[in-house]
């Protein structure tokens, strides 16, 4: 649902696995990509060395603190976000 690169590091995919659950990050060599196309809305972002590629709303500074601390407004970006990758 996101891929995140750090300069000299690996590169890893942020892929739910339990609802409701914080979406861990996987090392992308554990998958094969079978379609390149990017997702409709997302966006490229680059801070602190770190390039994400992903929902708009999730680049929002401060999203991913608000998710883990279940705040409403990032849940909804995020289930919202979530649900039309699923469609």
Do not use: C
């Not at 992308?28 to 990509?33: A, P, Y």
């Not at 972002?45 to 929902?55: E, I, K, M, S």
């Not at 680049?59 to 883990?68: K, M, N, P, R």
């Amino acid at each position: 649902m996101e891929l995140s690169v750090q300069s000299g590091h690996f590169a890893y995919f942020r892929i739910e696995v339990v609802p409701n659950e914080a979406p861990p990050l996987f090392d992308i060599r554990l998958f094969e990509v079978l379609d390149a196309e990017i997702a409709p809305g997302w966006v490229a972002r680059q801070n602190d060395g770190v390039l994400t590629l992903g929902p708009s709303s999730w680049g929002v500074s401060g999203f991913w603190e608000a998710y883990l601390d279940r705040q409403d407004w990032a849940i909804r970006d995020y289930l919202y976000e979530r649900n039309k990758l699923m469609e």
